[in-house]
């Protein structure tokens, strides 16, 4: 039996872990197979039984995972299915998923402790003594929620400055995101790592995906009527998500600069839209179709003459990072572009790409419900429909966007080219992960030319 090494803890569970971590939502290196895992760096924050161990991983040498393993001997049913293998004649197993060892963890982060080279620190606001539960919606990291406070535990932390750290203290105060409460920070690595971040929890808050896809169920299931004539009308609402937006911008560019670009950079742009376009067209062959009106709605933004203005902005904005509460809409999750490096990140980019990624959101809560997906032309009367409600409520939130930001459909060029390269990442993205629903931004472009 294998005595328990924190520091080669995943080699020593070797097969056993790989085919944990596959599994799981967080793994990215997905579609081919993974061969190897070791530990960079492991301590372990509470010794004992229950014992937690923190590691990070890194599998086939790539961007190292955060790892959080308990260990105990016996291990309640309730644990069962969190259990990943066994050493030592102990279990090893996902600590995030045992309440016991999590609170534990509040008790470090508001000790404000340094335990091995990690950082713990939470406002003292957070409700002490709590027990957790793990957030139940899929997503990319590991949230726990601790009555008032939320807690992300990043699964592949980004080396160097964490853009959503860094851009919930810029907006600190603002009305439209959650606010900050804690961070847990790897001090070891020669720049600091963001392991985790707390922030007040929105008891009342409801995915803006859900309320836009209720009223669209509405809408569909009752068929005679237009969209301004059924109850759940969400028109209103896409209409102060749009002013929401346009706060967040301001407060944005206010804090962190603005800047101007004129037409090198917006060629520089347009080249980076066509190189995207030419890796999706190499994996995606029913794109193929569409590459020269995606190409010359891309060419155009090179004939603007009227500069830009960029700053900081959300970077990955749709209606799953957008929560209604019962004072009014907020953006979470402002970790940036998905599958950019942070360097790419960090780069301002024009507040058009934010629209462009909600109008975009709009037309898949639209389109979504309809049958088969992949013939809309089967059902003309729910078309329409969806259609009526993707306009009205992409109108209703530019109108929102205006009424304290700079008007998105006065930048049309732009804004469409932005909407095709976002549509066209959501080609690959659906490619890949979702394939029922690749129909979806297909037929937007589609639509759009
Ligand atoms: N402050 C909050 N209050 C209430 N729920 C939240 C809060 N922050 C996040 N959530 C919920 O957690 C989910 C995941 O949060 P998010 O920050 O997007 O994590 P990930 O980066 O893993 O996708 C959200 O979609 C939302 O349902
Ligand atoms: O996990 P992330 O929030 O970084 O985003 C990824 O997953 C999203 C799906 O959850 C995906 O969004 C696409 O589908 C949404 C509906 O599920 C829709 O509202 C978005 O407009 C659409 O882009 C996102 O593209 C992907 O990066």
Not at 4 to 10: D, G, S, V
Not at 215 to 238: N, P, Q, T
Not at 403 to 416: F, T
Request: some cysteine; glycine content about 8%.
């Amino acid at each position: 039996m294998t005595v328990l090494r924190p520091t080669e803890l995943a080699e020593d569970l070797g097969e056993e872990l790989l085919r944990w971590l596959v599994g799981q939502r967080f793994f990215r290196t997905k579609g081919h197979a993974v061969t190897s895992a070791r530990t960079l760096r492991s301590s372990i924050l509470i010794e004992g039984d229950p014992a937690l161990v923190h590691a990070m991983v890194s599998v086939d040498d790539g961007a190292p995972y955060q790892l959080l393993f308990g260990v105990r001997e016996n291990v309640p049913d309730v644990l069962a299915h969190a259990v990943i293998g066994e050493l030592d004649g102990r279990a090893v197993y996902d600590a995030p998923q045992d309440p016991e060892l999590m609170g534990a963890l509040l008790d470090l982060l508001l000790g404000q402790e340094d335990v091995a080279g990690l950082r713990f620190d939470a406002d003292p606001s957070v409700a002490a003594g709590t027990r957790p539960r793990q957030i139940g919606v899929e997503q990319s990291n590991t949230s726990l929620i601790y009555g008032n406070a939320i807690l992300k535990l990043y699964r592949q932390p980004e080396q160097g400055r964490n853009r959503d750290v860094d851009l919930h203290r810029a907006l600190a105060g603002n009305p439209h995101i959650a606010a900050p409460l804690g961070v847990l920070t790897d001090h070891r690595p020669q720049e600091p790592v963001v392991l985790g971040f707390m922030q007040r929890f929105l008891p009342d808050a409801v995915e803006g995906w859900a309320t836009a896809t209720a009223s669209v169920r509405d809408l569909l299931a009752e068929g005679d009527l237009h969209a301004d004539e059924v109850g759940g009308d969400f028109a209103g609402e896409s209409g102060r998500l749009g002013t929401a937006v346009a706060e967040v911008h301001n407060a944005l560019a206010e804090a962190t600069g603005v800047r101007e670009v004129g037409q090198e950079e917006l060629a520089a742009e347009a080249d980076a839209m066509h190189a995207r376009l030419d890796v999706v067209l190499s994996e995606v062959p029913s794109l193929a179709s569409e590459e020269q009106t995606l190409r010359t709605a891309f060419d155009a933004v090179r004939t603007l003459t009227t500069p830009v203005r960029i700053h900081q902005i959300h970077g990955d904005l749709h209606l799953g990072q957008v929560l209604r509460t019962t004072a009014g809409w907020v953006l979470i999750d402002f970790e940036g572009e998905p599958g950019a490096t942070p360097q790419q990140r960090a780069v301002p980019r024009s507040p058009l790409r934010d629209v462009a990624g909600m109008l975009r959101s709009f037309d898949y809560a639209a389109f979504h419900l309809l049958p088969g997906n992949d013939d809309p032309q089967d059902d003309r009367q729910r078309l329409t429909r969806a259609t009526e409600w993707s306009d009205r409520n992409r109108t209703a939130f530019c109108e929102g966007y205006a009424e304290v930001g700079d008007d998105p459909r006065e930048h049309a060029v732009l804004l469409r080219a932005l909407e095709l390269d976002k549509a066209v990442y959501e080609v690959r993205y659906e490619h890949h992960n979702r394939p029922d629903w690749a129909a979806i931004p297909l037929a937007a472009i589609q639509r759009r030319t």
